[in-house]
């Protein structure tokens, strides 16, 4: 809202910034009776739109924010308070509280003083009477059109009926009561005495003095000391004067006759006597009566007044009694006054102190009203204190907020599914705090270090687009939850969250919040997957779903990392911790490792143990292609190793016969020995057809072949090129190494069935070229050939490949090599070689 150029809070910072601060004690003055913006130096029209500025602080709103319609806030306004109303802090209407508090002094005191001394007012006083009943009448009519704050809400509340309601239901009629003309009604109903009582009803008008004296106990431009014996040394003449007013009242209910048997017909101070007490001056009769009464509360009283009558002795035993209740009530307060500590001047001091930092660091006008209002609402209210609960012990505190908030965090819809132990390390951290209504608690587009958790009240949730417009997303109720995206997904707020009505609200920091999710990984999944399910009817939480998932992903990750290196390490409590606390021992790393990996590869049998009772998958491969088994074979932990196997782990390796023989070629020998007795097969193949025996043969290592055969490994099995490990053996000249493996040969060709060598041969056939001309003949005289299986003689070859080629099959025909040699057997034959056909001729 502008008012010529300027808006009105700019104006106000404006003047401060030029105005130097010479007297802290007058800018303080100023702070604390400067509670609206207003400008008095324009026109009506200047004047109207204040009051809708501050209409819009009480709200909530801020006029002066960017995308603020000043008409349809003023439409809305005329909608939801209909008619005029007068803010409370309204300079004129706070001038009419100081003047109707002078009459309500006077009529505070006067009223005794007229039901004790006088029968029918006398001139003089009463046109001022009437004067006085006029000024409370036009009170009362003010009262329908004074604005309130809700004690529950704490919102102002200015519509005129909900302000008639409550003044009806509280004062009006009293009010009422007390403005009628009882002097007169007294006159004309034949000065009956009971109507006279019915004046005391203006005695209600105290409450506005004791108003006054709660409001100056609260001012820090008056000194506490002194405003504190003020109000106290009021209570005692208002007591002292009420009393001396009935004492006197009750001398004149008997009649003149009789006035001797009365205190103060009876009563004689040396010389003078009181006899005939009606005719004496009415101030030296007043002031009898209040030495009565004040030495009589004192009980320090010399005789020389005393009850004479019983319906006097009653009411001084009456009065003395309640004198004992003043008295411990006024030296209580003094005792207090002394060393200090009230609340309210604990208040006092807090707001002085607040206010001089506001004033050094020149805070905005928005920020001073919302602190002053939330230590104003700490004083007036009840609600938790932390300050109480400082001194207590952790245990007896986290009892404490369990009884108190469990019952909210339960029923959060951000918890549901999540383990009780959970539930109550979320109790046993958080802080209550109240928050008024139209504060902003979080901004849209701000980092967020805090979750709050809704117990009471309403708050609303605010989406700001690139223009400045506003709209509503959501509006949050009890037990729902804000700030949990933006600290679970590490993304800014994506709402502005401001309050609609007082909030009773639990905080929850974002550290601790992240120190129990690392502990309970389970229900931080849980969390995760509530925060997707119920924000799905939300179209920004709907694009956000992504960067949730990969939050989860994310997380998963990092837990598989913990209990991976609680495996690594050994540290089989914190293991234990982890599955208990529901991560996943299947869960693999980056590496695809799981904890088991770890464990056999360090030889932890305790962790090997667990992870089996558990449950783990036992033959699960790492990326590299290793199992738990062969990561203990590896590192040369037997023990693992057996125990792994003993429950059924495999090695389940996929190219066994290229791991196996490349391992052989190594030439590690307990490597080896450890493989074979761990269930490889010793005569698996590589992509040559070679075994671990036609390499160790090669090689020439007589322990590793020992090995191998004793492990079953064949040496009747050929490779791609026909060899057998026999061949092997001999091309590397290893004499023992030979007789071993033609004892073994012979061994195995024994315990061969009958046509099993036909068999063998078929499982691993070879196969030759064969050509139909000399190898030396010219190109251009060449022609196709056919591939062939080689047979088991060379008798069957040529026939075959006769046949084949369509050639007549002559007695001198043989098969050479490109070499020119002829071929006498088949097992001098090759795989994929190139032969001819022709005749010795």
Known sequence: MRIGTLTVAEREEERRRKKPVEDEDEVVAEEYVVEDVRDHDHGRLAKRRSRFTLLAGDLGLDPTRRGFNTEKFIDGIRGCSPGLFIHPQNSWYRAWEKFILIWALYSSFFTPMEFGFFRGLPENLYFLDIAGQIAFLVDVVLQFFVAYRDSQTYKMISNRNLIAVRYLRSHFVFDILACMPWDNIYRASGRKEEVRYLLLIRLVRVRKVLEFFSRLEKDIRVNYL?????????????????????????????????????????????????????????????????????????????????????REMIFVMAYVSFDMVLGAYLIGNMTALIVKGSKT??????MTDLLKYMNRNRLGRDIRNQIKGHL??????SYTDSAILHDLPISIRAKISQTLYKSYIGNVSLFKGCSLEFINQIVSKVHEEFFLPGEVIMEQGN???????????????IGISEDGSEETVSILKPHSSFGEVSILCNIPQPYTVRVCELCRLLRL?????????????????????????????????????????????????????????SA?????????????????????DYDGRTPLHLAASKGYEDITLFLIQEGVELNVLDN??????????????????????????????????????STVAKGDIDYIRRILCNGIDPNSKDFDFRTPLHVAASQGSYIIVKLLVEAGASVLSKDRWGNTPLDEGRMSGNKLLIKLLEEAKSVQLSELPEGSQEITDKMHPRKCTIYPFHPWEPKEKTRFGVVVWIPRTIDELIKMAAEQLKLQLHPDSCIVTEDAGKILDVDMIIDDQKLYLITEE
């Open 376 to 381: 104003r609402l700490q004083y007036e209210s």
């Open 345 to 350: 001047e604990r208040y006092r001091d807090r």
């Open 226 to 310: 002194f405003s504190r014996i003020i109000k106290l040394i009021a209570v005692e003449l208002y007591c002292t004067h009420t009393a001396a007013c009935i004492f006197y009242y009750l001398a004149t209910t008997l009649p003149a006759v009789e006035e001797g048997y009365t205190w103060i017909g009876s009563l004689k101070l040396g010389d003078y006597s009181y006899s005939n007490f009606r005719e004496i001056d009415i101030w030296k009769r007043y002031t009898t009566s209040l030495y009565f009464a004040i030495v009589t509360m004192a009980t320090v009283g010399y005789g020389d007044i005393h009850a004479v009558n019983l």
């Open 509 to 565: 920091d974002k550290q601790s919040f992240s120190n129990i999710l690392e502990i309970y990984f389970h229900d931080g999944r849980k969390i995760l997957n509530n925060l997707i399910e119920f924000k799905a009817t939300d179209d920004r939480m709907k694009q956000l779903e992504t960067d949730i998932t990969l939050h989860i992903g994310k997380q998963e990750a990092e837990l598989a990392l913990r209990v991976n290196s």
């Open 624 to 661: 590299f292609g290793n199992t738990p088994l062969l990561e203990a074979i590896k590192s040369g932990h037997d023990k693992v190793a057996s125990l792994l196997v003993k429950e059924g782990a495999s090695l389940k390796i996929d190219d066994a016969g290229g791991f196996l023989c």
């Open 568 to 588: 690594h390490y050994g540290d089989l409590y914190q293991l234990k911790s982890l599955i208990r606390a529901g991560a996943d021992p299947n869960k693999k």
């Open 447 to 461: 980092a967020v270090e805090q979750i709050y958790f809704i117990c009471h009240g309403e708050l609303e949730e």
